[in-house]
């Protein structure tokens, strides 16, 4: 990123932070109105680390995506389309994006791409999250009934040609019951209502500890409330400044800091490791690019991994993967 760019983007990120900041402030009143209607269900009471600090959810915003809080959401300013705590895809938005995305499809086509993705078939989270990794890059497979034949077809979960078709949303922190245990991760990115990344956010004194700790909070969240995972494309662990990215198969030494913005050999003078982070990965061009390039699933015997290559890479690097046309 050249200099010029990177200063209009820092001063366009303060004025943003300024407003987050004021959203911000809300957010603790509102944890405390939904741990009292916790209380009344007798719910489990969320854990989650410290709240992950406004200038994170500043870049989200800054690169073009909707960014609501606890109290957007918990005092009624937004709908996000839940009607439990228990359900981990928001299903109108995913609704809505496919039909945009696949104007020509039938809303059976749509309700039966729907299905398939938000089912699940295996009892195993890494047999799931590469099922669906495949119709995330491939599309669903639909069949329906048109003119009284049966039509073969597929359903895109993305647009690749045209970003604006697609649903861009960082929440934080997200509530999720799953049977007896309730967390609140601290940011759950969602592509047209899908979670495809997940933000822990590390408090510490003990700095060699930082990362390990938000590894092992990762691996609570899997253990406790699986069905978020089926769908994750990256893991972040963010402490202030720093951040590390990994996958559902990375141990917690190979969490490891986003080197580039926009596929340059060299960071960002002045940039922070969390700000290279969140726009070298989440741009929305990069970051689908990313999905259909750069995440990969090994197998080696009875053993599946899943990795995410970091060799820096530019938007016309690749050639382009197509995905069904809708």
Request: with cysteine; charged share 20%; glycine share 4%.
């Amino acid at each position: 990123m050249n200099p010029a760019q990177l200063k209009k983007t820092t001063v366009k990120a303060s004025g943003v932070r300024n407003k987050i900041r004021r959203r911000f402030d809300l957010t603790q009143s509102a944890i405390s109105l939904l741990k009292s209607q916790l209380h009344k269900r007798r719910e489990a009471i969320p854990t989650a680390g410290k709240a992950i600090a406004p200038y994170a959810l500043t870049w989200f915003e800054v690169i073009g995506y909707t960014v609501l809080l606890e109290s957007d959401i918990a005092l009624g300013k937004h709908q996000i389309g839940r009607s439990s705590y228990s359900e981990v895809v928001l299903y109108q938005r995913l609704h809505n994006a496919l039909q945009k995305i696949n104007p020509k499809k039938p809303d059976e086509a749509i309700a039966a791409a729907i299905y398939q993705v938000t089912s699940t078939e295996s009892s195993d989270l890494l047999e799931n999250n590469r099922r669906f990794h495949k119709f995330l890059t491939n599309g669903v497979e639909v069949e329906y009934l048109y003119n009284e034949e049966i039509v073969h077809d597929f359903v895109c979960l993305i647009d690749t040609s045209n970003l604006l078709n697609n649903d861009w949303l960082a929440i934080h922190p997200l509530t999720i019951v799953e049977g007896s245990y309730t967390h609140c991760p601290d940011v759950v990115v969602f592509i047209n209502g899908l979670p495809l990344a997940v933000i822990v956010s590390i408090q510490l004194s003990d700095e060699q500890a930082i990362f390990k700790e938000g590894y092992q909070r990762i691996q609570t969240y899997c253990q406790q409330i699986p069905k978020l995972f089926d769908y994750n494309t990256f893991l972040v662990i963010t402490y202030g400044n720093r951040a590390r990215v990994g996958t559902l198969t990375s141990d917690w030494q190979e969490f490891l800091p986003w080197r580039t913005i926009d596929g340059e050999d060299f960071p960002a003078k002045g940039a922070t490791e969390l700000e290279v982070l969140i726009q070298g990965i989440f741009d929305k061009r990069r970051f689908l690019e990313q999905v259909l390039h750069l995440i990969v699933f090994e197998e080696n015997g009875s053993s599946i991994s899943k990795k995410l290559l970091r060799r820096p890479f530019c938007t016309t690097q690749y050639p382009k993967k197509s995905l069904p046309q809708g």
